[in-house]
C-alpha cells in the first residue's frame, strides 16, 4: 500500500506542511498557515494544481492542525495512507544528533533546547502536542537543523570563551540549515558515488544563509553558531561581526543589548545596507536601475559568503565540489558568479553560460571545462529528508 508522511514546520507565526508519498518524492497536498496568534490568520491548500485559501476564525496551532485534519477527513484517500507525521525542529542542543521517534522525553529535550531558539522549539513543541491529539495512533517522528552538525570536533564548535560556559550552559556553536545539507549531501552521493569519500562545500543561500564543508558525508563546518545570526550576512541578518558593537549600537541608539541584537536579526543585512529591501531580486532589479547602495549590498554579501566558504574549506583535506542551493543559490546567476569569482584562489571556475541559463529548479553542473572543484546547482528539500527519516524510523 502507498505509505504517506504528514510533514509539519511549525513556527511562531506560521506553520508549512505537506503531505508527500512515493518515498516522499510525490506531493499529494502542501500549503501554509500564517499571520498565526492574529485575527488575521489564513490558511492555504494547493492540491492537484488549485490553490485555496481559507480565513481562521481562531488563528492557533490547534485550528490550523485542526483544519488539516478535517481537510484530510473530506480527502480519505490521502487521508488513509498516512502513517506518520515528521516534524522539523530547529535547535535540537547536544541532545539530538539524529531524527527520533517522539514520546514524552523527547518533548521534554525540545523544551530544554528552547532556551536557544525561544521563538522556535516551544512553536514545535505546541505543534507536536496537537498533533499527537488530531492524530492518535499516528508515529511522530522530530527531525533537527541541527542534528547534521553534531560531527564538529571540539576546537571547531567552541567558543574561546572560559570553559564554564560550555560545561554548565552547553554555550557552542551548533549550526543550522542541517536538514537541508543532509539532503544535498545524500541526493549528491546518487549522483556522484564517490563524493562520500570527497571534499564539498555546500552554500545554502536563502533569506536566512550558512555555509557548511562536508568532508566524507559529515559536517565538518558550518558557519551559523549557537543561534542562526552568525556567519554569512543575511536579508536581515548581519552574520558576524566583532560583537562589541552590541554595546556600542546599545550607547548610540540608547537601547539594551537585546534590542541591539533584534537590530542585527531584524534589521541589518541585504536591508540594513541596501536600506530598501531584504529580498535579492529586488535588490538585483534596483542595481539593474542604478542603485548603488542595492549593487553594495549585494557585493558585501558575495564577498561575505566567499570567505566563510574559505573558511570552512580549511576542514577539508581538498575542495573537490562546491554546491549552491536555497532560494538565492539556487535562483541568482549574478550571485553565483560573483562568488565563485572571490574563490579563484581555490581555482573554482564557472562557465558564464552554463551558469546563466541554468534551469530553473533543477541540478546543474556549472564548471568551466578546465575547473577541478567542480561546481553545482542542487534544489533543496528538507521536506522530503524529513519524509525519509520518517519512514525509516517508523519501518
Ligand atoms: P528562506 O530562508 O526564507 O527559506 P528562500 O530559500 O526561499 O529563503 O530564499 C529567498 C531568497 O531567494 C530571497 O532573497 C529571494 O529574493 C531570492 N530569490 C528567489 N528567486 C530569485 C531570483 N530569481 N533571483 C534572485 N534571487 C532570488
Known amino acids: 500500500m502507498?505509505?504517506?508522511?504528514?510533514?509539519?514546520?511549525?513556527?511562531?507565526?506560521?506553520?508549512?506542511?505537506?503531505?508527500?508519498?512515493?518515498?516522499?518524492?510525490?506531493?499529494?497536498?502542501?500549503?501554509?498557515?500564517?499571520?498565526?496568534?492574529?485575527?488575521?490568520?489564513?490558511?492555504?491548500?494547493?492540491?492537484?494544481?488549485?490553490?485555496?485559501?481559507?480565513?481562521?476564525?481562531?488563528?492557533?496551532h490547534k485550528s490550523v492542525?485542526?483544519?488539516?485534519?478535517?481537510?484530510?477527513?473530506?480527502?480519505?484517500?490521502?487521508?488513509?495512507?498516512?502513517?506518520?507525521?515528521?516534524?522539523?525542529?530547529?535547535?535540537?542542543?547536544?541532545?539530538?544528533?539524529?531524527?527520533?521517534?517522539?514520546?514524552?522525553?523527547?518533548?521534554?529535550?525540545?523544551?530544554?533546547?528552547?532556551?536557544?531558539?525561544?521563538?522556535?522549539?516551544?512553536?514545535?513543541?505546541?505543534?507536536?502536542?496537537?498533533?499527537?491529539?488530531?492524530?492518535?495512533?499516528?508515529?511522530?517522528i522530530a527531525v533537527f537543523d541541527t542534528a547534521f552538525h553534531q560531527t564538529l570536533l571540539p576546537e571547531h564548535y567552541l567558543y574561546p570563551i572560559p570553559m564554564r560556559f560550555y560545561r554548565d550552559h552547553h554555550f557552542r556553536?551548533?549550526?543550522?540549515?542541517?536538514?537541508?545539507?543532509?539532503?544535498?549531501?545524500?541526493?549528491?552521493?546518487?549522483i556522484v558515488p564517490n563524493s562520500h569519500r570527497q571534499g564539498v562545500l555546500i552554500a545554502h543561500l536563502g533569506n536566512g544563509a550558512s555555509v557548511c564543508a562536508v568532508n566524507n558525508g559529515q559536517s565538518s563546518d558550518t558557519s551559523m553558531g549557537i543561534t542562526p545570526l552568525e556567519g554569512l550576512m543575511m536579508g536581515t541578518r548581519s552574520g558576524s561581526v566583532d560583537p562589541s558593537l552590541v554595546a556600542f549600537i546599545g550607547q548610540a541608539d540608547n537601547i539594551n543589548s537585546e534590542k541591539a541584537l533584534s537590530l542585527l536579526n531584524k534589521k541589518s543585512g541585504l536591508l540594513g545596507i541596501s536600506e530598501l529591501s531584504n529580498d535579492c531580486r529586488?535588490?538585483?532589479?534596483?542595481?539593474?536601475?542604478?542603485?548603488?547602495?542595492?549593487?553594495?549590498?549585494?557585493?558585501?554579501?558575495?564577498?561575505?559568503?566567499?570567505?566563510?566558504?574559505?573558511?570552512?574549506?580549511?576542514?577539508?583535506?581538498?575542495?573537490?565540489?562546491?554546491?549552491?542551493?536555497?532560494?538565492?543559490?539556487?535562483?541568482?546567476?549574478?550571485?553565483?558568479?560573483?562568488?565563485?569569482?572571490?574563490?579563484?584562489?581555490?581555482?573554482?571556475?564557472?562557465?558564464?553560460?552554463?551558469?546563466?541559463?541554468?534551469?530553473?529548479g533543477d541540478v546543474s553542473n556549472i564548471s568551466a571545462s578546465d575547473s577541478h572543484p567542480q561546481t553545482w546547482i542542487i534544489p533543496t528539500n528538507e521536506e522530503l529528508m524529513i519524509a525519509l527519516d520518517a519512514l525509516q524510523l517508523i519501518r
Open 173 to 190: 556553536k551548533y549550526g543550522f540549515h542541517g536538514t537541508s545539507y543532509r539532503y544535498i549531501s545524500h541526493f549528491f552521493s546518487s
Open 282 to 360: 529586488t535588490l538585483e532589479e534596483a542595481m539593474l536601475l542604478g542603485d548603488s547602495k542595492a549593487k553594495l549590498a549585494l557585493d558585501m554579501f558575495a564577498v561575505r559568503t566567499a570567505k566563510h566558504l574559505a573558511s570552512s574549506a580549511t576542514t577539508l583535506d581538498k575542495v573537490d565540489h562546491v554546491i549552491f542551493t536555497g532560494g538565492i543559490g539556487e535562483n541568482s546567476p549574478y550571485l553565483r558568479d560573483l562568488i565563485c569569482s572571490h574563490l579563484r584562489v581555490f581555482n573554482i571556475c564557472i562557465d558564464s553560460q552554463l551558469n546563466q541559463n541554468a534551469p530553473r
Open 65 to 140: 492542525v485542526t483544519h488539516i485534519k478535517q481537510w484530510l477527513d473530506q480527502h480519505n484517500d490521502i487521508k488513509r495512507t498516512l502513517v506518520g507525521v515528521g516534524h522539523r525542529v530547529v535547535h535540537g542542543g547536544e541532545t539530538f544528533s539524529r531524527s527520533v521517534l517522539i514520546n514524552q522525553e523527547v518533548i521534554d529535550g525540545i523544551n530544554e533546547c528552547a532556551k536557544f531558539a525561544p521563538l522556535h522549539n516551544p512553536a514545535h513543541a505546541k505543534g507536536i502536542e496537537v498533533a499527537f491529539e488530531l492524530f492518535p495512533g499516528l508515529p511522530q
Open 2 to 60: 502507498k505509505q504517506s508522511i504528514l510533514v509539519i514546520n511549525c513556527g511562531s507565526s506560521s506553520l508549512k506542511f505537506a503531505v508527500l508519498s512515493d518515498e516522499g518524492t510525490v506531493t499529494l497536498v502542501e500549503g501554509m498557515a500564517d499571520r498565526l496568534n492574529t485575527n488575521q490568520s489564513t490558511i492555504t491548500f494547493k492540491h492537484q494544481g488549485q490553490k485555496t485559501q481559507t480565513t481562521l476564525d481562531e488563528g492557533s
